[in-house]
């Protein structure tokens, strides 16, 4: 079935330093690929997705590319901010399959950013 | 901009009883779904309702399990006979195309 895998938590980083938290996928159709992300006490949401193949999302200074050959959607942000503190969900929605909308979610990836 | 909104934000409910947890979707999307959150673990898919019936739902949504769409707006979850360990933030999402919108979450405590 489809699986989503991030790197474990947290991470920590200094105010501006630059972000990655990596993410990879198992499909067996052709998924959206999406970031998530929850605030202390808030709900999900949604922060940037890609659909097909090499599209590149993007939102709030936050990027992240659709690589099908490594079947991978790396997030990266280039200066992180106090503000960006959260947990960060990567998750795939496979339609072809037969899954609807329904979204595969991976652990979480908490992040800290600190002055 | 339209929001999902769901009620109660927090719930506390002894083990054994039934607990309703509501929904209020987005008002021209079709697809709603139910996740939930252990804590500190995963957000796990567990229902997906579309036209009025259910048309996917997970290993975790066994009978204690039900949803309805009584009026046309709300979207309700019922735990039958809640357990201990179906403490966790439910979160109610209703989709437009490939894009889930997400409610704040209930956070359901069983004790």
């Known amino acids: 079935g489809d699986s989503v895998t991030q790197m474990e938590g947290p991470v920590t980083l200094s105010e501006e330093a630059f972000l990655t938290i990596n993410c990879t996928y198992t499909?067996?159709?052709?998924?959206?690929l999406f970031w998530y992300v929850q605030y202390p006490g808030e709900g999900l949401q949604l922060l940037l997705k890609?659909?097909?193949?090499?599209d590149k999302g993007s939102n709030k200074g936050f990027e992240a590319t659709y690589r099908k050959e490594t079947t991978s959607f790396h997030l990266e942000k280039g200066s992180v901010q106090v503000s960006d503190s959260a947990v960060y969900f990567c998750?795939?929605?496979?339609?072809?399959?037969?899954?609807?909308?329904?979204?595969?979610f991976g652990t979480g990836t908490q992040l800290k950013v600190e002055l | 901009e339209p929001e999902v909104t769901q009620t109660p934000s927090h719930q506390v409910t002894q083990m054994g009883q039934e607990v309703i947890l509501r929904c209020v979707p987005i008002?021209?999307?079709?697809?709603f779904y139910w996740y939930r959150q252990i804590l500190g673990q995963k957000v796990e898919f567990l229902v997906s309702?579309?036209?009025?019936?259910?048309?996917?739902k997970s290993e975790i949504f066994d009978d204690q399990f039900s949803v309805e769409r009584p009026d046309g707006s709300n979207f309700t979850l019922k735990i039958r006979s809640t357990k201990l360990e179906d403490s966790a933030m439910y979160f109610c999402?209703?989709?437009?195309?490939?894009?889930?919108?997400f409610g704040q979450g209930t956070r359901l405590t069983v004790v």
């Open positions: 998750a795939l929605s496979d339609l072809l399959t037969g899954g609807g909308n329904k979204l595969t």
């Open positions: 499909a067996t159709g052709y998924p959206s």
């Open positions: 890609a659909t097909k193949a090499d």
């Open positions: 008002s021209n999307h079709l697809y």
């Open positions: 309702f579309y036209n009025n019936e259910i048309s996917e």
């Open positions: 999402a209703s989709v437009k195309d490939t894009e889930a919108f």
